[in-house]
Each structure stands twice: as structure tokens, then as C-alpha cells.
């Protein structure tokens, strides 16, 4: 039993990645980081696969796309993405679903609790993407504030509240 449930969590975590690779179509071009639906893909990952699983989803999509499948938003690819300026996010995702996960495996279906992981998170994400958003441009925190986050945030809104009800309403019914 014990192994088929196993088995369960990792086509799941493949479901999840495939997922994120689908929500990440979903944008608005913007330079020289696209507003996709990916994050709440990666939320809700970590909210129904916990930590361990949902974490091994975000893992698997960085895989794929570093192999060449067109998975990252825009249809790009390749190691290339990861050294774009997106690329500290796209390896925040990970951190992102870990964060979350654990969120949703310590407080269960508790929403304002998942809103906080979600947005713990989500700031994880934000933070090395800016991190690596700076060292490769060599722009400034507050320039890159401007350009990776603020245009962000109320959409993240969104996604961290829609995830959390999603994460609180179906939950145990996912587990099952």
C-alpha cells in the first residue's frame, strides 16, 4: 500500500510540473519578466503535495526545461532561461513550493496560515530573483524592485488567495 501511495505522490509531482508548464504560457510579455500564472501552479504544487512532493514537482519542471522542453513561460528553454533575468525566479519556484508545502503539512487546511506561506513563499521566490536579477544586470535593488516586483504583487495577491482556498477547500479530498 505503502508503495502505491508512493507512486501516487510522484505522478502527481509530474502532474503538478506539467501544470506549471501550462500556467506558465499564461502571461503578459512584459521585459524582462513576464506575469505568468506559474506561481500559482507552484502554490498550489506545495499546498496539495506538502513539502517533499511539491518541492520534487517544481525540481522536475527546472529539469525539463533545462533539457530543452519549452516549459519556462514564453515557450523558452534551455540553460539559457536559467541565466536570464527570469532565471532566479524560475529557481525560486522550488523554494517556493518547499515553503508552502510545509505551510500546508504544519497548519493542514487553516487559510490564513496558508496565505502566510503563501506569501513567505512567494517572497522567497521575489528575493532570488532579485538577487539574480542584480547581479546579472547590474542594476540596483530599487530598479529591480520596480521592474520584478511591484508590477507583480497584486496579481500574486490573487494567486496566493485563490491557491490558499483551493489548498483549504480540496485538500483532503486530493490526499485521498
Not at 60 to 81: D, K, W
Amino acid at each position: 500500500m505503502e508503495s502505491k501511495n508512493k507512486l501516487r505522490q510522484q505522478v502527481s509531482a509530474a502532474l503538478f510540473a506539467a501544470l506549471t508548464a501550462v500556467f506558465a504560457q499564461l502571461a503578459i510579455p512584459i521585459n524582462p519578466v513576464p506575469i505568468t500564472l506559474g506561481t500559482l501552479a507552484v502554490l498550489l504544487a506545495g499546498g496539495f503535495l506538502g513539502k517533499k512532493y511539491g518541492t520534487l514537482s517544481m525540481l522536475l519542471y527546472v529539469l525539463l526545461g533545462v533539457l530543452g522542453i519549452p516549459v519556462f513561460s514564453m515557450m523558452r528553454s534551455g540553460f539559457a532561461a536559467l541565466v536570464g533575468p527570469s532565471g532566479g525566479f524560475i529557481i525560486g519556484f522550488i523554494f517556493m513550493a518547499l515553503i508552502m508545502g510545509l505551510t500546508a503539512e504544519l497548519f493542514g487546511e487553516h487559510y490564513g496560515k496558508l496565505c502566510i506561506g503563501g506569501i513567505i513563499g512567494t517572497a522567497a521566490c521575489y528575493l532570488l530573483g532579485i538577487i539574480w536579477f542584480v547581479i546579472l544586470t547590474g542594476k540596483g535593488i530599487q530598479s529591480a524592485l520596480a521592474v520584478c516586483v511591484i508590477p507583480f504583487l497584486p496579481g500574486d495577491a490573487a494567486k496566493i488567495l485563490i491557491a490558499s482556498f483551493l489548498i483549504k477547500k480540496y485538500r483532503k479530498i486530493v490526499l485521498k
